[in-house]
């Protein structure tokens, strides 16, 4: 896991010194979670805690049409209501951005696809192993409040989106698939370099 983030930091870092990159911090809130396991058949939902990330992205401009990068999201470890222990999933992901200026705000229709690496402590896992899959996120969201420093534009965006996160549990030849559903809310700031 520590060689993907490394990797991962490392692209980001390297595509940052392109002409017309920009960077963007996002932090956000997730709520209606859903945590639904199916295994031979059988399947179960279980409602998910408020929980908390923070994503990284870089993203190039195509013209003024759309913007594609790269990103990762971390989220802090979050339980469901009715079991013990914790989970979390870190989807790292490439992002497509769609504007419409409307100056002097933007609206945004965005999309994400990626891999999500899969995570738990003991009370959530016991002795499975945990294994990742698919992410994707769809949404929009509305920048605002831009200005310029040191000759570098900059803006605030809120952006909801509605996410999945696709992993599995293994035990004794046994797979059990999961997947956690959430609505996402995030307050961010873009930077342009």
């Not at 199916?38 to 870089?58: H, K, Q, R, W, Y």
């Amino acid at each position: 896991m520590k060689k993907s983030f490394v990797a991962l930091i490392l692209i980001l870092v390297a595509l940052s010194v392109f002409a017309e990159v920009k960077s963007r911090a996002r932090v956000g809130l997730q709520f209606l979670g859903k945590h639904k396991v199916s295994i031979l058949g059988i399947s179960g939902t279980a409602d998910v805690n408020v929980g908390f990330s923070f994503s990284p992205e870089l993203l190039y401009a195509f013209r003024d049409n759309f913007e594609v990068g790269i990103g990762f999201e971390y989220q802090i470890g979050r339980s469901q209501t009715e079991f013990p222990g914790d989970f979390h999933f870190v989807p790292l992901y490439g992002i497509v951005i769609l504007p419409l200026d409307l100056d002097p705000i933007t609206l945004f229709i965005t999309g994400r696809v990626g891999y999500s690496l899969f995570f738990g402590d003991y009370n959530y896992t016991g002795i499975a192993s945990l294994n990742g899959g698919l992410y994707f996120a769809a949404g929009g969201g509305i920048s605002f409040l831009t200005f310029i420093i040191a000759d570098k534009p900059r803006s605030i965006f809120l952006e909801s989106t509605y996410s999945q996160n696709y992993g599995s549990a293994s035990y004794a030849g046994f797979t059990a698939n999961v997947i956690y559903s959430k609505i996402d809310v995030f307050l961010g700031v873009e930077v342009g370099f």
